[in-house]
């Protein structure tokens, strides 16, 4: 779970910022948050908050967000290509 991996993240930060005793220590943590959002389609989506009764500009607002989005990341400083997502929201 999502709620799982935020909590560790916050457990590990609070601790590093209050500890006292001891060597200069360094961690490295890998979260897997990709599990809560993995492969959502963009039609059950849409179907979804129709069937929760959104009004239907509220929806299309929602759907314009989601499809039109383009992602770059920054990899040692250095960023990259725009890239877009196609069909589903990962």
Known sequence: MILDNILIAYELTHFLLNKREG???????KLDMSKA????????????MRRLGFDKQWIEFIMECV???KYQIKVNGELSGRFTPQRVLR
């Open 23 to 29: 060597d200069l220590g360094y961690v490295d943590l």
């Open 37 to 48: 959002y993995d492969r959502l389609e963009w039609c059950f989506l849409r179907d979804i």
């Open 67 to 69: 499809t039109t989005v």
